[in-house]
């Protein structure tokens, strides 16, 4: 039972176990497995001290949650993965009050922005995090499990120690919780719907398709956000490292993704295997995206293209950064029962009137796949080489499996339907706000 749990805890591998079984026995599967593991099915600690205390959160490797680690890569022999910490976000009394003190402190009602969310994080990171101790059968128990950079949901039960600059937890209990409740522990300040500090302009951008086609695009402000998801969220992992982003430009956003009868009109051609004018185009390849941005671009003199994975999420978030719980997208969610997707503008769109953003289907942004990065950035962008065939495009938008607003995946820029069922691809453009300079004549 223990090498089934570890074989399907990977990001891809349990969504790939879901697809088969459904989301609901994997959760069991995981629930049991980890049961088995821990020990949770048989006599439970006879008697817990005095001054245990129950810490319910997200574990992971401490590697996973430094700014600055002496290991760069995933070197699972350093020391910073030989660590596992825990970011409460509910427990017992203590706990609890920590946890509503620290939120009441830095958690404004009119949401976060950048400068605010990263106080937040600093504080629970201070106040609430704590490194699992090995000093126990169940803490051993815990170390014994080669543990990877994503988030795991449990309710440790133990007592709290300091050391060395950190706060220690000596477990005498572990029990997993199920991703599906997690969402219960979160304060109730973070389920409110994100309200934009700044609405977009009243004047759309309608890019010409053709005579009789439009596309419609709305133009979002400049702003700064905190891009990622917190570490007391699950589910998480570690592509999403939360970092300041500086956007010191507005541009415009298509209000939905790009729809089968748009590409058609200005491709002549359809790659999509569900075949609908109204659903979005599946599976374009990435050298036909370019192609299909440098004809709107003439066609509008406007510079078309697809907009970066930093402007996407800042667009998904409307701007703010509060944390991207999925329980926030559950009016937004345009999929549907085995990986298809309702026609567009089926669903309310977000709060800047962008529609589909949480969808079953991945969409393409402008960057290759890499791991969010640990510093601050500004206009970050990291251009793919669209010529390799084998080249990788960062995606966004999947809302399946309890993925958060800030969930993102590295997928193949050529898709091959036969070859990649892990979710369809497809996206949606950017436009930059000031139009291209007018051609100088000869």
Known sequence: MKAFTMAITPKRGGEMLAKACGAAVVAGLMALCWASVYGQTGAEVAAAPKDEVTITGSL??????????????FDYTSPEHGLLVIYAIDGSPEIRSEVEKVT????????LDGDEAQKLLDQWTARLKYTISKDSPAGEELYKRRHSEQSFAFTLAGVISEKDGKKWITVSKATPVDTDKYAEFYPRKMHTPDKPFVMPDKEPLLLKVTDTL??????LPAGKYLEGSFFFMHQRFVEEYPHMVTLTRPFYLAEIPVTQEVWEAV???NPSTHKDPKLPVE??????IQKFC???????????RLPTDAEWEYANRTGTSNPPLVEKYQTQYCGLPGRMVLPVKSK??????LYDMASAWWEFVADKGFYNPRTPQVDPFYPPNCADPRHQHRGRGLWQ???????????????DPPKNMYASETFRVAADAEPLPAAQPK
């Open 60 to 73: 992971m490797c401490d590697w996973a949650t430094l700014p600055s680690p002496k290991s760069k890569d």
């Open 214 to 219: 439009t596309l419609k695009c709305i133009k």
């Open 348 to 353: 309310q769109p977000n709060a800047w009137g």
């Open 401 to 415: 499996y309890n993925h958060s607003g800030a969930n993102v995946e590295f997928m193949p820029g050529n898709p």
């Open 104 to 111: 009441a402190e830095y958690y404004p009602d009119k949401g």
């Open 267 to 269: 491709m002549g051609n």
């Open 283 to 288: 599976n374009p390849q990435c050298l036909d």
């Open 294 to 304: 440098r004809i709107l671009s003439e066609k509008n003199g406007r510079k078309v």
